[in-house]
């Protein structure tokens, strides 16, 4: 994997499994590669880097040619084949929930709505499914000729100053959209209490970069925006960031990816 700093012109190299075949990044901001082998005798691989120093810190081989990888905001890796299914790996425990023995259907596209409910494009099938986090499915639909690629629209109720009157169901925070992003993204999220409300932006080390919301609000969903800028109007780098929603004594976090 190479590593290209656009600051100093320079690029580093990590060394990974055989043949690589795509990336994304978990909560914790590690780099999380899908290596295929060689669809032969050397097989796959995954294996996750730290790009703070650029390092791979943990490896598990798989006997499947995983094609490409996406990370769900419950921080489990969907890695996809074309025909064999799709592999799902826990970045926190380090264990599979669907392995070669048990995959879901489809592949290799993968992608997930605000709710954390995983989009599955069967190649094979012309088929896209629709899991929820237990990987049990939801629907099936019919679609074109070999799904390869997934794209999600799906918006919060929209208005921070138009908040929902009627009693929301829970508090929620939504996945942002679109992700990755440039330059800007949006959040939805919901409250169930009138109280204060806290919005802010994390960078992977901890480090508060903006607040985008601080005050009381009545129960109701809301939606606002971030432009990318951190507390002083400057624009931040390319990169993993956490938005945190705090209301009510009830706090949720997301993964979101700035390229620019």
């Not at 690029?11 to 590690?30: E, S, T, Y």
């Not at 009627?166 to 949006?186: I, K």
């Not at 960078?203 to 990318?228: F, H, I, N, S």
Request: hydrophobic share 40%; charged share 20%; proline share 6%.
């Amino acid at each position: 994997v190479s590593v290209i700093d656009p600051v100093s012109y320079t690029v580093a190299h990590v060394g990974v499994g055989v043949n690589p075949q795509g990336l994304d990044a978990d909560l914790q901001g590690n780099i999380v590669v899908a290596c295929s082998g060689d669809y032969a005798s050397i097989e796959g691989r995954i294996d996750l880097i730290d790009p703070a120093v650029q390092t791979v810190i943990h490896s598990q081989s798989v006997t499947l040619g995983i094609t490409t990888v996406a990370v769900s905001g419950g921080n489990k890796a969907y890695f996809s084949t074309y025909s064999e299914g799709v592999l799902v790996y826990d970045l926190d425990s380090y264990s599979f929930e669907r392995d070669e023995n048990n995959p879901l259907p489809g592949g290799p596209a993968v992608a997930f709505d605000r709710d954390d409910a995983a989009y599955i494009g069967d190649f094979a099938r012309d088929s896209v499914y629709v899991y929820d986090p237990s990987h049990l499915r939801q629907h099936a639909f019919l679609v074109g000729d070999g799904p390869v690629s997934l794209a999600i629209f799906d918006p919060a109720p929209s208005g921070l100053a138009d908040g929902d009157d009627s009693a929301p169901e829970a508090f929620a925070l939504y996945q942002n959209y679109p992700n990755p992003f440039n330059p800007a993204t949006n959040f939805g999220f919901r409250i169930s209490d009138f109280g204060f409300v806290n919005l802010n932006i994390f960078d992977t080390t901890g480090r508060k970069v903006t607040k985008l919301l601080a005050q009381e609000m009545a129960p109701g969903e809301y939606e606002l925006q971030w432009d990318g800028r951190d507390d002083t109007g400057a624009p931040v780098a390319s990169g993993v960031y956490f938005y945190q929603l705090s209301a009510g004594g009830q706090s949720a976090v997301r993964r979101m990816v700035l390229l620019r």
